[in-house]
């Protein structure tokens, strides 16, 4: 499967908007309901423990601040299906990735909507805004 192909794809079906930067980037945007949009990266690079390329989702929830709760957020990531949190930038993100050459398009659709749509989720609660 060519991944960004099949993300052009899928965004297009569900409404959503897709901007390639070259063959490992990608800005997707994910409508996730109620007039509701969350900016997801997609990208593809080689992981730092096997060196295989992986298909990486990101979206940003906020600035990471002392007033967020570390320990609460990290207890958050045992209900997530593909997805975790990390803090990277500056900023709380949910990220999912998985090996590029075996991922599933059922997965790679189920990776989206659970990174867009806990991002977003995750932003009303701990900022009652929608930035990203």
Same mark, same amino acid.
């Given at each position: +499967? =060519?991944? !960004?192909?099949?993300?052009?794809?899928?965004?297009?079906?569900?409404?959503?908007? !897709?901007?390639?930067?070259?063959? *490992?980037?990608? &800005?997707?945007?994910?409508?996730?309901?109620? =007039?509701? !949009?969350?900016? &997801?990266?997609?990208?593809?690079?080689?992981?730092?423990?096997?060196?295989?390329?992986?298909?990486?989702?990101?979206?940003? /929830?906020?600035?990471?601040?002392?007033?967020? =709760?570390?320990?609460?957020?990290? @207890?958050? =990531?045992? +209900? !997530?299906?593909?997805?975790? %949190?990390?803090? #990277?930038?500056?900023?709380?993100? &949910? #990220?999912?990735?998985?090996?590029?050459?075996? &991922?599933? @398009?059922?997965?790679?659709? @189920? +990776?989206?909507?659970? /990174?867009?749509?806990?991002?977003?989720? %995750? @932003? +009303? #609660?701990? *900022?009652?805004?929608? /930035?990203?």
């Amino acid at each position: +499967m =060519n991944l !960004f192909t099949f993300i052009k794809q899928y965004v297009d079906d569900i409404g959503g908007q !897709f901007t390639d930067y070259d063959h *490992t980037k990608a &800005v997707v945007v994910i409508p996730i309901g109620k =007039n509701r !949009f969350q900016t &997801v990266l997609a990208t593809v690079k080689p992981s730092q423990i096997s060196g295989k390329d992986l298909a990486i989702f990101t979206s940003k /929830v906020c600035e990471f601040t002392s007033t967020i =709760n570390a320990r609460e957020i990290l @207890e958050e =990531n045992a +209900m !997530f299906d593909y997805s975790k %949190f990390m803090i #990277e930038d500056g900023y709380l993100k &949910v #990220e999912a990735s998985c090996p590029a050459a075996t &991922v599933t @398009e059922e997965q790679v659709k @189920e +990776m989206l909507q659970e /990174v867009a749509t806990m991002s977003d989720k %995750f @932003e +009303m #609660e701990l *900022t009652g805004q929608d /930035v990203f």
